[in-house]
């Protein structure tokens, strides 16, 4: 039955709704499904690059603002390379010279790390006090100590192409730009065993025992670590792998260059599609796997689609070349000249109206690049700067 609410009166309600703040929207999901609930824990930290070795890039218990923010610190910083790391009182950023250790509460440099010239760093792992940082150029990978960036041990690999993961023995997994995967003992650095793939390593991810790999050729490779790798299944993309993190159930979601965004089934189905859905396309900067939905973010704007069936639940206009960070019920994203957080669920519908899908926004210099993280709080972006702007690094805390 049509809407016998004059225009004005919808005008006032939906003003009267968007006034409301996005506290009285926060547990709102899409059309009344409620979805995650707000995160309480100020104390959280980000210690991968996407949040854990599966690369979901969701905390789901890490408190962060909601209804608006404000600036911790801002300071100006190399052009990152990667996500930011926040673990062990730092901040740990990626540059084209280092690897740079900023404080947590201040913003103060504590130290950087750039061995060669131009090293171009991946983003580190901090692990049971250690940081595993690797490089685009030799040495490759080193371990070091997160109070002062002392080395611990350094593995001369030649280039590193992906950031790594760690399992909970302390060894240490890398992908190298020619093409391997290569187990570091724990303590020494010392080479385990080396597993030749097709194409640099982009991108690894860990779900013990299974690593799954994915290269520049558009291969995504499905390992068994026990004592040695053991390939499970191999899969082809279509394109260079730009995202790829371990869904709930040992699933894989990918997203390659030019194509969609796909779930690849684990199992007996060995890396067949489950589903793949083009609205997803190329994520550029990563995926986050938050809850029942997967969210991915281009220059065509910013997606959710649900992670069982795959269907497009929302989007959100804009160009987000930055990976999103989830937690708790809220998305975190960038585009140009602004950090933006979003309702998980993107709002609920009011009339046909999505309300409370965008929760706020604030001004950077910039656009953020990489990816953001959230910890301690708070909402951790770096930016690239632009002709009359510089590179910085911004944490956000609650309004």
């Given at each position: ?396 805390d609650p309004a």
């Amino acid at each position: 039955m049509p809407s016998t609410r004059s225009p004005a009166t919808r005008r006032r309600l939906l003003a009267g709704l968007a006034a409301g703040g996005a506290a009285s929207l926060a547990g709102c999901g899409s059309l009344g499904d409620a979805g995650p609930t707000p995160g309480t824990d100020g104390s959280t930290e980000w210690p991968y690059p996407a949040f854990d070795p599966r690369a979901s890039a969701y905390a789901p218990d890490a408190a962060a603002p909601r209804e608006g923010a404000t600036e911790r610190w801002t300071v100006e910083t190399p052009r990152p390379t990667d996500r930011p790391v926040v673990a062990a009182g730092r901040v740990f950023l990626p540059g084209p010279d280092a690897l740079h250790a900023l404080d947590l509460d201040t913003g103060e440099s504590v130290w950087s790390v750039g061995p060669g010239e131009s090293p171009w760093t991946n983003a580190p792992a901090v692990v049971d006090g250690t940081v595993y940082a690797t490089f685009r150029e030799p040495p490759g990978a080193v371990a070091l100590d997160p109070e002062d960036g002392t080395e611990v041990w350094r593995a001369d690999l030649g280039p590193v192409s992906a950031p790594p993961v760690v399992d909970d023995d302390g060894r240490c997994y890398v992908g190298t730009r020619d093409g391997r995967l290569v187990a570091l003992e724990a303590g020494t650095g010392e080479v385990a065993w080396s597993y030749d793939l097709f194409g640099e390593v982009v991108a690894l991810t860990f779900r013990p025992p299974t690593l799954v790999v994915g290269t520049t050729a558009g291969e995504v490779y499905a390992l068994y670590e026990s004592d040695g790798p053991r390939e499970l299944w191999r899969r082809k993309v279509g394109g260079k792998v730009v995202a790829l993190a371990q869904a709930d159930g040992g699933d894989t979601l990918v997203s390659a260059f030019g194509g969609k965004l796909r779930r690849l089934a684990d199992g007996a189905h060995t890396g067949s599609d489950r589903w793949s859905n083009r609205d997803g396309g190329t994520a550029q900067g990563g995926i986050a796997v938050a809850g029942d939905l997967v969210f991915g973010g281009n220059l065509a704007g910013l997606t959710a689609c649900g992670t069982r069936e795959g269907g497009t639940e929302w989007t959100a206009s804009g160009e987000y070349p930055a990976g999103p960070a989830a937690a708790g019920d809220t998305v975190y994203a960038g585009r140009e000249g602004e950090v933006v957080a979003f309702a998980h669920s993107g709002g609920f519908g009011v009339e046909g109206f999505a309300v409370g899908r965008q929760r706020w926004s604030h001004a950077v210099s910039g656009t953020p690049l990489e990816g953001l993280a959230v910890a301690d709080g708070a909402v951790i972006a770096a930016t690239g700067g632009g002709e009359d702007e510089e590179s910085r690094t911004y944490v956000l805390d609650p309004a």
